[in-house]
């Protein structure tokens, strides 16, 4: 029996790369798992993938965060005991150079999102005396990260409104804690050594390599990896970890 068996998830940004491998991490502990992403045709693909050794029925929601309106009802009506709060970064770029309508934009994703699926999951958690919600960040909210001037806004803003409901809820049996992936090999890795490449003239491989400099393993994380760490938050003995950023880096990130 798993020990997530009889727990319901739902995975924000399911269909691909760390929130596909988190939902695989779920699943194989035992949770019914819902997959939430823009595009059917990988969404349908990824809960193929799922494993449903424990008897399970997996699903998937065809959504923007941007556009969440049309399937909260569905949401508040189906009992999530886990939300896994992920969604794509911003594009790449000094924070000057950014204009209103993208900080605004960027807010609304990660921020008004996640507060919407909060809204509509949370009151079925405090019902039920028990719940976890587990917020796929950055480690720029430790520190920033150059030439990502909007994504560390917002990251941070993510962190703080984690931390805020981290202590909120609590008392209900519900943690909230934030996973902060270092360099993964993700299609958002892709598009930043594509965006740096671009804006200096150098190869991603010399981009690649200097991004490497920087991580005492040596290595990019997998997305298993995160995921791990993401399931470790969902378990019931992580009951007594709440409001926490809990960096995979690889050690890169200096700060405590």
Known sequence: MGILQGRKALVCGGSEGI??????????????VTLLARREAP?????GRLSAAHGQQHGMLVADVLALEGVLPIISGT???????????P??????????????????????????LVRAIVPGMQSRQWGR???IISTSV??????????????????SWAKTLAG?????????????PGYTR?????????????????????????????VPVARFADAEEVAHAVAFLCQPQSGYINGINLPVDGGRTKSL
Do not use: C, W, Y
Not at 19 to 32: D, I, K, P, R, V
Not at 43 to 47: D, I, M
Not at 94 to 111: I, K, M, P, T
């Open 168 to 180: 909120e809820l609590a008392a209900d049996g519900i943690t909230v804690n934030n996973v902060l």
């Open 186 to 214: 993700t299609q958002r890795l892709e598009q930043i050594l594509k965006e740096r490449a671009a804006a200096t003239g150098k190869s991603e491989e010399n981009i690649a390599a200097a991004m490497l400099a920087t």
């Open 142 to 159: 430790k520190e920033p990260i150059t030439m990502l001037g909007v994504s560390n806004t917002i990251r941070g803003a993510v962190a």
């Open 19 to 32: 929130g596909l491998a988190s939902a695989q991490a779920l699943a194989a502990l035992g949770a019914e």
């Open 91 to 116: 594009a790449g770029g000094a924070l000057l150079g950014a204009n209103d309508d993208q900080l605004l934009d960027v807010f609304r994703q990660h921020v008004l999102g996640n507060q919407q």
């Open 133 to 135: 919600i587990v917020n």
């Open 79 to 89: 009992g999530f005991d886990i939300l896994i709060n992920n969604s794509a970064g």
């Open 43 to 47: 969404l349908q693909a990824a809960l």
